[in-house]
């Protein structure tokens, strides 16, 4: 759904407290900081947990696949002039790009605004720019009105604001396409904005990180394990001295299975080896990983196997091409669909409709046939129908038209 948005606040708290024991007064201003996250936290996120960025990029990928078409009132494809503008959104993009630009920006923020330049009319809209969400300001305009009884969009927006090298970019409300996700806030700063999905994300991809922090202090810092003297004496064990443990320290960095390493230890000193090693399974670091991947690909309608690693058996690949065409059916195309029903309605297409076209995706191919078959079913029916004088021609018209929508 395409919105427009009042100025928002700008006074968040970017900080996550995650002790191991909380106080309450703790668990209150951490739950409140959770709630008030920004957008910076948003980006920092999908940077640097590779589970979420993986499925936003998947995501995007497979929308940006997608072929635009024009279709009339009767569901005939046709040529209009605003497809050229799909064809090369802007100068720097193809319209992979483009899309896969928004689309990536929206499931980031659940912001995306996009600024199509025409001139004077916008169905002569002639080239697309995706306008940078993070910090995205809405002003309002300057009156008292309540905008449930508002009923043009100047008397809610005055002007959009974008922040890009430095400098303010400003736009008209006419010249913004806004695009927002989960708008269930309906207080003053933050009405009719967008809330991204990522909000209630954001302990489980703090969990990933912490996983893979952990893995790395394991991997890089831990010691492996004690090689201690058991040389003894009359006195008992006879204690090391600090050169003999620094020069034992610098001749184990020798040792390794990699090339050029020793691999044999050979010394005079009467040691024993006991083992410091932590079994990585048995702290659940990749179960932990697993279960919040999980939780974020169920956030964005994704199915999580779709980013498993292939399994030779017959029975799992059709489990996952059944996902793969679920995911298209239940996500792509009615949000691609919903995506370009926005840009028809901002170019004044009247009984037009501009759909998305995905006959080129291996994985549909099963589905287009049959419908195809359908097709042809119905419309043998019908005509039959028709003929025998079961229904008059319009009659028949009208049920073939219902059928294709």
């Known amino acids: 759904m395409s919105l427009f948005n009042p100025i928002r606040s700008k006074s968040y708290s970017e900080t996550l407290i995650t002790p191991t024991f909380i106080p309450l007064d703790w668990l209150s201003n951490y739950l409140a900081n959770v709630g008030d996250a920004t957008d910076k936290k ?18 995007g990928r497979v929308f940006g696949s997608m072929r635009v ?54 169905s002569m809209t002639a080239t ?39 400098q303010t970019i400003k736009y008209q409300p006419i010249e913004i396409i806004h695009f927002n996700d989960n708008q269930v806030r309906f207080d003053k700063n933050r009405f009719l904005l967008g809330d991204s999905k990522l909000r209630p994300l954001i302990q489980p991809c703090e969990n990933i990180k912490s996983a893979y922090e952990a893995r ?50 050979i010394t005079n000193a009467s040691l024993k080896w006991q083992s410091m090693a932590v079994k990585t399974g048995d702290l659940k670091l990749f179960e932990e990983v697993d279960s919040d991947f999980r939780t974020i690909a169920g956030q964005y309608n994704f199915p999580p196997e779709l980013l498993q690693p292939k399994s030779g058996s017959s029975l799992n690949q059709e489990s996952k091409n059944e996902s793969l065409k679920q995911f298209y059916q239940d996500s792509m195309i009615p949000e691609s669909d919903e995506w370009l029903q926005e840009f028809a309605n901002f170019f004044g297409l009247e ?3 501009l759909k998305s076209d995905w006959s080129h995706v291996p994985a549909l191919q099963d589905d287009i046939e049959l ?17 025998s004088g079961l229904i008059a021609e319009a009659e028949a018209q009208e049920e073939f038209k219902k059928f294709l929508s």
Do not use: C
């Open 371 to 387: 419908r195809s078959k359908s097709i042809n079913w119905a419309a043998t029916g019908l005509s039959k129908a028709k003929d």
């Open 351 to 353: 009984n037009i409709t």
């Open 216 to 265: 790395g202090v394991l991997i890089q810092n831990s010691a492996l394990g004690i090689l201690s003297n058991v040389g003894t004496d009359q006195a008992g064990t006879v204690p090391m001295n600090p050169d003999d443990k620094d020069q034992l320290h610098e001749d184990y960095k020798k040792y390794g299975l990699t090339k050029n390493k020793w691999n044999l230890i």
């Open 42 to 59: 948003f980006l920092e996120l999908y940077l640097s947990v590779p589970e979420l960025q993986a499925i936003i990029n998947y995501r």
């Open 128 to 166: 697309m720019w995706n306008l940078p969400p993070m910090d995205a300001e809405i002003i309002p305009a300057e009156n008292k009105i309540i905008p449930f009884n508002t009923t043009e969009l100047k008397e809610i927006i005055k002007e959009y604001h974008f922040k890009y090298d430095g």
């Open 69 to 122: 078409k024009a279709f009339d009132a009767s569901g005939k494809e046709i040529d209009i002039p605003q497809l050229k503008v799909f064809k090369k959104p802007n100068p720097l993009q193809n319209f992979k790009e483009f899309a896969m630009q928004y689309h990536v920006l929206r499931d980031i923020f659940g912001n995306e605004f996009i600024h199509p330049i025409f001139g004077v009319d916008p």
